[in-house]
């Protein structure tokens, strides 16, 4: 058996995590308990595949977490296995601290704890200092594949 996943599969499991949609006859979002947000964070370092989302995460004044809805009105899905936000994500304008975010990370969870699903590298780079509002666009991608 080789270690590759099918593109019924690949984009089921994205169309699951980022839409709640069903992936027929082997998965359907829970009916009302279910998670209705993304929380995405950015991050100094790579989290990595034990990290959490509060590691290596980053501290400059006003940063919050941000919450895109798990819909299709917040992400655009793939059948390839690839989501991508539908709008640009925007995080809170820095009102001071200087760093550079090299990550981003998706939970289900806005506990500082929280088990990241993805984590990857935001390219290019965003140097954050005071007046910056960083922000994800809709070139960002989160990749099954």
């Known amino acids: 058996m080789t270690d590759a996943k099918s593109n019924y599969l690949e984009g089921g499991l994205v169309g699951l995590i980022f839409n709640a949609t069903s992936i027929l006859n082997l998965a359907?979002?829970?009916?009302?308990?279910?998670?209705?947000?993304?929380?995405?964070?950015?991050?100094?370092?790579n989290p990595g595949e034990t990290g959490l989302q509060n590691t290596s995460e980053?501290?400059?004044?006003?940063?919050?977490?941000?919450?895109?809805?798990?819909?299709?009105?917040?992400w655009v899905v793939t059948t390839l296995g690839v989501a991508a936000p539908s709008t640009?994500?925007?995080?809170?304008?820095?009102?001071?601290?200087?760093?550079?975010?090299?990550?981003?990370?998706?939970?289900?969870?806005?506990?500082?704890?929280?088990?990241?699903?993805y984590?990857?590298?935001?390219?290019p780079n965003i140097s954050v200092s005071n007046g910056v509002t960083p922000r994800l666009t809709t070139a960002f991608t989160i990749s099954e594949t």
């Open 58 to 74: 980053c501290a400059y004044t006003s940063y919050a977490r941000t919450k895109v809805a798990r819909t299709t009105l917040g």
């Open 88 to 117: 640009n994500i925007t995080f809170p304008q820095a009102t001071g601290g200087t760093e550079t975010v090299t990550h981003a990370s998706v939970s289900l969870s806005t506990a500082s704890t929280a088990d990241l699903l």
């Open 119 to 123: 984590y990857g590298t935001v390219t």
């Open 28 to 45: 359907q979002d829970s009916s009302g308990g279910g998670a209705s947000d993304i929380v995405v964070a950015l991050h100094t370092a």
